[in-house]
């Protein structure tokens, strides 16, 4: 028989069938769907409230991908329904990215009741689980129960000042997860090209197993490919890509495998290459 307690206790990357497992729970988590809208009126995994990426990211031009305003995000918090006691499971369609991006923003607030569904939509469908296409609907946390939004309360977040400042420390490192064109500077998305200095390079798919309906690769294959990069699990890592989608999902891989600190980089290249005052490498 299960209880409150083991009902909630689900891992950081949950499987399929796990899931399934928990929704017939006492306390069954949240599950959020973070799929197109197209995608979630055609199939999602019943019972899943549809939430659009759009919404919990920020945006101040030509800067993208920042954390959302804490008021904006506080209200989609609340009405969704979730509380501090709340479990929530995110997937997507794409790979985990933008359900990595929910956790890191739920972590952000303090809220570390979260999983990502492993291999998201895409391997839930081929283990031949059930889908619908009911419309689901949250429930918005009465008067008494708003869950406030503080992005203050933990240390998950690297700004620029933070990276500038730590940019010869032996202790930080930095992956970045975009394309290896973004990396050497062969591609340009913000007005200067390159990398940050001393990043070190791991795109953000090297973490899937594709022939795995992409899932993650286990910790055995992940840890020697972290530590052949010299990120290892003594080191704080931040993590960016072009707007903290991609890196979004090495932020959870890495917390995945262990690592205790782990900071991701809301804006990500869009704002350090958009800036006048920030170091660039190139190849």
């Known amino acids: 028989m299960t209880n409150n307690a083991q009902d909630t206790a689900l891992p950081l990357v949950i499987e399929p069938d796990a899931l399934k497992a928990a929704q017939t729970h006492s306390s069954p988590p949240m599950v959020v769907d973070l799929s197109t809208h197209k995608q979630y009126a055609q199939a999602h995994i ?17 800067y993208t991908g920042l954390l959302p305003e804490e008021s904006a995000f506080e209200d989609i918090i609340n009405s969704l329904g979730i509380t501090a006691n709340t479990h929530v499971v995110a997937y997507d369609e794409e790979g985990g990215g933008k359900a990595a991006r929910l956790i890191w923003t739920l972590h952000a607030m303090g809220h570390n009741k979260a999983s990502l569904l492993n291999g998201g939509l895409i391997a839930w469908y081929r283990d031949d689980l059930p889908l619908s296409n009911d419309v689901a609907t949250s429930q918005p946390n ?10 203050t ?3 998950v977040v690297a700004d620029t000042d933070y990276i500038k ?6 202790k930080v490192g930095l992956l970045d997860a975009r394309s290896i064109e973004e990396y050497t500077g062969s591609a340009r998305y913000a007005e200067r090209q390159g990398r940050i200095p001393g990043a070190k390079h791991f795109e953000w798919t090297l973490a899937m197993n594709a022939d795995d309906n992409y899932r993650l690769l286990s910790k055995e294959e992940l840890q020697p490919m972290m530590d052949s990069l010299g ?25 995945y495998l262990g690592y205790e600190k782990v900071r ?5 290249w869009s704002e350090w290459g958009n800036r006048k005052d920030t170091p660039v490498e190139l190849e």
């Open 153 to 155: 309360r933990q240390p």
């Open 264 to 268: 991701g980089y809301p804006g990500s």
């Open 231 to 255: 990120l290892t699990q003594d080191k704080e890592i931040i993590v960016y890509c072009q707007s903290h989608h991609r890196s979004a999902l090495s932020y959870l891989m890495l917390k």
């Open 165 to 170: 400042a730590n940019l010869e420390n032996g």
């Open 46 to 62: 019943p019972d899943a409230v549809f939430l659009d990426y759009a919404h919990i990211v920020g945006m101040n031009r030509p």
């Open 142 to 151: 009465a008067s008494d129960q708003q869950y406030k939004v503080d992005f």
